[in-house]
């Protein structure tokens, strides 16, 4: 069971690469190409739509356009929230990133809930993203959370770790408190 773990891990590994780094022919990697996604949205600061069917529209939304709004993004897999049953696997997760127009911080945590098929190289058929909060920040923050985020494990890295160097930012308490 172990290494179907890590064979997963790595294919969202994948999934975080291309999403963080605007490479969209890295989501093959990660999904099926009649994969779906679904967004529960708990916080009004992101928009994205609320299903989506298909490698080639989960490529337009989670890659494309993000990364027409985006840069500087960390994506961050809490590996000490890992949960695993076989073809299920569930994570929270912290992003940073700054907007491309105005240069605006943005500082949020959620959970992913991926659903893998059986073959022997797992692809995802399903991914659920909750994002329950996204905090904004002023450009004035950006080298403080870039600072913070830029010496951290990526993709996978432990809660501990996460908060250990986190910026003391009164903003960003709610995320703390969360995880």
Same mark, same amino acid.
């Given at each position: 069971?172990?290494?179907? /773990?890590?064979?997963?891990?790595?294919? /969202?590994?994948?999934?975080?690469?291309?999403? !963080?780094?605007?490479? &969209?022919?890295?989501?093959?990697?990660?999904?099926?190409?009649?994969?779906?996604? @679904?967004?529960?949205?708990?916080?009004?600061?992101?928009?994205? %739509?609320?299903?989506?069917?298909?490698?080639?529209? /989960?490529?337009?939304?989670?890659? =494309?356009?993000?990364?027409?709004?985006?840069?500087?993004?960390?994506?961050?897999?809490?590996? !000490?929230?890992?949960?695993?049953? @076989?073809?299920?696997?569930?994570?929270?997760?912290?992003?940073?990133?700054?907007?491309?127009?105005?240069?605006?911080?943005?500082?949020?945590?959620?959970?992913?809930?991926?659903?893998?098929?059986?073959?022997? +190289? &797992?692809?995802?058929?399903?991914?659920?993203?909750?994002?329950?909060?996204?905090?904004?920040?002023?450009?004035?923050?950006?080298?403080?959370?870039?600072?913070? +985020?830029?010496?951290?494990?990526?993709?996978?890295?432990?809660?501990?770790?996460?908060?250990?160097?986190?910026?003391?930012?009164? %903003?960003?308490? %709610?995320? =703390?408190?969360?995880?």
């Amino acid at each position: 069971m172990g290494s179907i /773990i890590e064979t997963q891990k790595r294919q /969202i590994c994948q999934y975080i690469y291309a999403k !963080d780094g605007n490479r &969209p022919h890295l989501l093959k990697e990660a999904f099926t190409d009649s994969a779906s996604l @679904k967004m529960i949205l708990k916080t009004e600061n992101i928009a994205f %739509p609320s299903n989506t069917l298909g490698l080639n529209e /989960i490529s337009e939304v989670l890659v =494309r356009k993000f990364g027409q709004t985006y840069e500087n993004v960390y994506t961050f897999c809490v590996s !000490d929230s890992l949960t695993s049953d @076989k073809n299920a696997l569930s994570c929270d997760w912290l992003v940073c990133m700054t907007e491309k127009d105005g240069g605006a911080v943005r500082v949020g945590n959620g959970s992913y809930d991926w659903v893998f098929n059986d073959e022997p +190289v &797992p692809l995802a058929d399903h991914l659920t993203i909750t994002i329950e909060q996204m905090v904004l920040l002023s450009p004035d923050y950006a080298s403080q959370i870039l600072d913070w +985020v830029g010496v951290l494990p990526y993709p996978w890295c432990d809660v501990a770790s996460l908060f250990q160097s986190m910026p003391p930012l009164a %903003p960003l308490s %709610p995320i =703390r408190d969360r995880m």
